[in-house]
């Protein structure tokens, strides 16, 4: 069937288009060129004075795994708040800070997000992320191993293993687990925790390994550099939510000597000491510091007021934050020889004077780096607040006059003690269809996703444009995913599955011989157990596909 | 499906899933000699995984033997009536699971597992307060201290101390006949694991009944602070000794066993040792090991929570998911006289059978082993994950979900298939 989107105004980034008025085309679910003249047009949608993009993408959102199920198991008080209920298409469910996989696909979908991608999927842990993925509807997904506080990984760096071995344990790891990236979560940290350390900077040793986390960092970035895997590290670097962690994220940076990174949730890592609360924002170095890093990028992690839970495998940093609880409970959990985890409500209050000053660094840093392409629009969902609230994240950015008025509300002192103020930038759609499309779709090394040239996936959006971007954001008029109407002024019309992305690094099998031999003589499952295979993955999608995407990374390290 | 040894299978018959064991595949399945199973395992493969001759009966209506489709279709006619429907029992796997609460969001039933009391006990406490807790592989290689609380945990748990306790070489914890096991309370009578080397383990004797005072006692002591009023007749000093202990210890674990809990409000007493385990880690490094996930009731419960957003002993009888998990326990709505309808699912223990179903109609998805139910209106044999089917069964920590693969085949159906049938026959597709 052919589909024509005649006449929108289109952005689309990759191609350099920003508002150019045209038609798009689909054709059994991807987008085809203009077919020659006289073809026939099965269905012709008039999108005259409609904002077309392609689906957009989260490249870092919390959406499936142990801690979320932890964090739904811990909030049915959260969860009665908002009930789902089932639909001829859709299933029962409910919402807010946790919400069911069912209904995360279709909030998603309804949004016009067409891709989420889970941040932290620890590998021990990998088949619960894959089925609760599986069962997420509608959008697709992929998901990030999490590596460097796990012990294979710590002993080889202990015992100097050549960084071939190492590279092969990375490919391996992401070829077992199906995962498209890697991230290190407080590199070295959550190993240091369960030797009872609270605490490991960049350049303090494991007390047990004696490796640190700027070794974990460097070597890791460089792995994934090696092996070609499109993503960089994806960091959470040390030192969380610590106030003076500015320094320690600056310093991770140039730790990782030009090798391409990903800092993840910058925001919570931006903080200084100054001031009579001792502390104070240093966005404006951090911003400065990626404007300048060309290999560096960084997902915000912008909070919103209101409850929500934050989930991280963080588990020394969680332990720390638990104190701060709202309500005032935690869940943390040392996992597997492999990783951790923490689960902790918060409620951010604009009258909070640290809560409020969160929020407007976050703002900063998203106004004050130059560059779209290398900064992400995150909650990091739902750490920073659920991600229905981007609507509302993307009026901030667009609309200062908006944005003052919600500064003028937020504590008095975190207000004169932020920039942002005085910062008179505002986003554009070419902006924000550059962050939310264009940009994670490069940065993950999805050819075929975050644009709308033929080849691409046909996940579009159609947006009616509105003096109020919020609005706009909400309800699209039209998602497309694979050609087919999935949702309409924020109804879902239609259900499907959608597809897995992951990289294949290729690696020496040999590697399998010792870890083998590890889980054998330390673990408590064994390694054939442990891996996912192609086939098991595909019989986790509900019937989307398993999409391998190419290992190539240009030039060398910056 | 085959005769040669099916290795690296893992058991699903308590919920360490053990995967180590060597198997002997058909015509019946078993533990091969020395294949590394414990007595239970042993006999559940003999029982749950026997051969069915092709003239067996597999499924029954009021008793009397017919076709398995004839079955299907009884059920099928009696789902379709039912105003009130429960789906109890749910011992099953991730697969069996989703097919279940997608049926039940169609017909609008409550789901209830037959553990459910054991996981309310914890359930209750990580909903008021959280905790701090571990895993299998971390009990592994770092406890130095293990202590057992209220339970010899072995009866439910039979390879606990094998895998997890006493092993070779754990990476930083110490050796086998270093590490310190203490039991405090558990029940009278049974007989305690002994180290490789037949150390006993240290005994704290807790009278019957006065477990929570001294999980409240322990977490007194831990703290620094006996509450006022604290009984003279409970071994104060030798708690004292464990307080300090743990204290000591570089990786303390405390274990306990939710099913073993079994008087009123024993979550007060889970809450003593979390809290307990909480002071601990202000200054050193200690964790909780709350055991659980037999009969399937970890992989029922983590999928429930993802689809629906909430815990089993939730309705679905209102279009959307409600938690309520006082008014919805299986005893409590019979006793009630609320449900008109019963599909209840067992597929890992014979011995775990379903309640009187007094006036709903029972049907009752039995694994092989289970007699025939005479209160059932439909008894349907069914292929247990791991033996005839595939599946996923999340393990006693809630971390690991392992791969149950299937190893003979009898012609049974899977849960999956069967409620995928009964969807299909309400007009809808599944999930
Ligand atoms: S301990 Fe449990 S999982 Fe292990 S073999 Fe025995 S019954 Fe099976
Ligand atoms: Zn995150």
Redesign the pocket.
Known sequence: MLTRLKGGKIYDPTRGLAGTVGDIYMRDGWIVAAPAAGTRIDQDIDVTGRVVMAGAIDMHTHIGGGKVNIARNMLPEDHRGDPVYHTELCRAGCGHVAPSTLTTGYRYAAMGYTACFEPAMLPTNARQAHLEMGDTPIVDKGAYAMLGSDDFLLRMMRDGADQQRINDYVAWTICSTQALGLKVVNPGGISEFKFNGRKLDLDQENSHYHVTPRQIVHTLARSLHELKVPHPLHVHASNLGVPGNFQTTLDTMVGAEGYPIHLTHIQFHSYGTEGDRKFSSQAALIAEAINRQKNVSADVGQIMFGQTVTASGDSMSQHRNAAYGSPRKSVVMDIECDAGCGVVPFKYKDKNFVNALQWAIGLEIFLLVDDPWRIFLTTDHPNGAPFTSYPHLIRLLMDKSFRRDALAQIHPDAATMSTLGSIDREYTLNDIAIMTRSAPAKILGLTDCGHLAPGARADVVVYREDANPEVMFTAPEYVFKNGTVVARDGEIVAVMWGDVHAVKPQFDRAIEKPLADYFERHLTQRLGNFRISDDEVRGLTNGGELRVHACQRDGSPT | MTTAPLIDQA?P??G???DD?VLQGGPDLAVRAGGG??P??TR?YAQVGATLQDADARAWIAGAPVPVETAVQEAARLLGRAQAPLFGGLSTDVHGMRSLVALADRCGAVLDHMNADGKLRNLRTVQDAGWITTTLSEVRNRADVVVCFGSDVRTR???FFERCVWVDEPMFAPQAEEREVIFIGAPPGVELPRSPAGRMPQVIDIPAGRLPEAAAMLRGLIGGSLPAGTATDLPLEALRAVAARLHAARYGVVVWVAADMDWPHAELCVQSLTAAIGVLNQTTRAAGLPLGGSDGDFSADAVMLWQTGYPYRSSLATGTARYEPVMNATAALLARDEIDFMLWTGSFDPERRPPDPGRAALVALTCVGTPLLPDAAVQIQIATPGVDAAGYFFRADKVVALPLRPMIDRQLPSVAQLASRWLTGLGVAAC
């Open positions: 058991c018959f308590c360490l899933a053990c064991l199973a414990c239970r395992a559940l748990f039979p390879r």
